[in-house]
Each structure stands twice: as C-alpha cells, then as structure tokens.
C-alpha cells in the first residue's frame, strides 16, 4: 500500500486511532490541510461519519492488535493520536507506538484525569477534555485572571 501522495508532504504521516467524534474532526482538518493520514476504527460504521473531501487511508482493525498496526504502515508515521473512547486502549496504543514503534509524537486523549501521571512516565502527551472543559469555563466565568492576579 501507497501511504504518501506526491504532491504532499512526504515525511509527514499521522495515524489516528479511532474514528469517532474527535478522530474524525481530526483527520479531515489534517487531510485537508495536505497531512498524509490513516485512521483506523474497528468499527466499519464508524468511518461514514468522515466527510466525503477526505483524501486520507482508512483501515478497519482493532488498533490494540500489532498486525492492524504493523498494517497501518506504523513504522513510518510521524504522528500517531489516539482517541478512542477507551482510557485502556489509549494507553495501550500509545505505549506500543511509542515504545514498539519509537513514534517521534504521540498524543492520547484521557477522560480519568488520574491517569495522566501514568501517560507522562512514558512520554505521551496527553488531551484532557474534562480539564480543558474546565478551564475554559473558568476562563469564560473571568476566574482565570483572578486567580493569576492573586499570584
Ligand atoms: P467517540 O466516542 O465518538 O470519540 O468514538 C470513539 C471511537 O473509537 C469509536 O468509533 C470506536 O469504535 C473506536 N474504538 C474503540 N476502541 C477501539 C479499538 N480498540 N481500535 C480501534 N477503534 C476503537
């Protein structure tokens, strides 16, 4: 399998894992912004949600399985973001890209923010919603620059 396309970046290649909500609004923006890009889903169903201009791979596989990995062409990406909607699988995928596959940039969404210490011991980046939420909306309740005048 061909992953790069000629006339685009030919030493940038992101693997997302998991094609929900998130997964999806990633691989068409980077699609579209000329990314080389694979996304895997174990669920064929999940892959009607990717808008019909996205010039990227797609593959359906479980990503906690090596073959699927080693079928995603992993040992080339640049980038490999998981965003499933299982904090276990995260990990999971994340590790073996990082560790297996020495992934230069790998990038886990987490919905136990507990768990984010286990992520950092492994240098994995991770997305937080709950704690961006957060954020947000102190920022939004004008809480945020309160409390960094009071530092
Ligand atoms: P969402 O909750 O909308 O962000 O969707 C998460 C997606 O992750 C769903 O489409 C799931 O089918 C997918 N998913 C969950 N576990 C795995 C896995 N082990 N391998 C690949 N995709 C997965």
């Known amino acids: ?32 912004s000329g990314g080389n890009v694979m996304i ?7 892959f009607r949600k990717i808008s019909p ?23 080339n990406a640049t980038a490999v973001v998981c965003v499933t909607n299982n904090d276990n699988t995260n990990i999971m995928v994340a590790q ?15 919905y136990d923010p507990e768990r984010e210490c286990v992520y950092r011991e492994f240098g994995i980046a991770t997305i937080c919603p709950a704690v961006l939420s957060a954020y947000e909306i102190r920022k939004q309740l004008g809480n945020v620059e309160k409390e960094d005048d009071s530092e």
Do not use: P
Not at 2 to 31: E, M, V, W
Not at 96 to 110: N, P, W, Y
């Open 53 to 75: 201009s996205y010039g990227g791979f797609s593959l359906i596989g479980d990503a906690t399985d090596i073959d699927v990995l080693h079928e995603a062409q992993i040992k």
């Open 40 to 46: 895997i889903d174990k669920d064929k169903d999940a």
């Open 1 to 32: 399998m061909g992953i790069f396309k000629s006339n685009k970046k030919d030493r940038d290649y992101t693997i997302i894992i998991g094609c929900g909500r998130l997964g999806t609004d990633l691989a068409d923006i980077l699609s579209d």
């Open 96 to 110: 073996m890209a990082k560790e297996l596959f020495k992934v230069e940039q790998v990038i886990a969404r987490l």
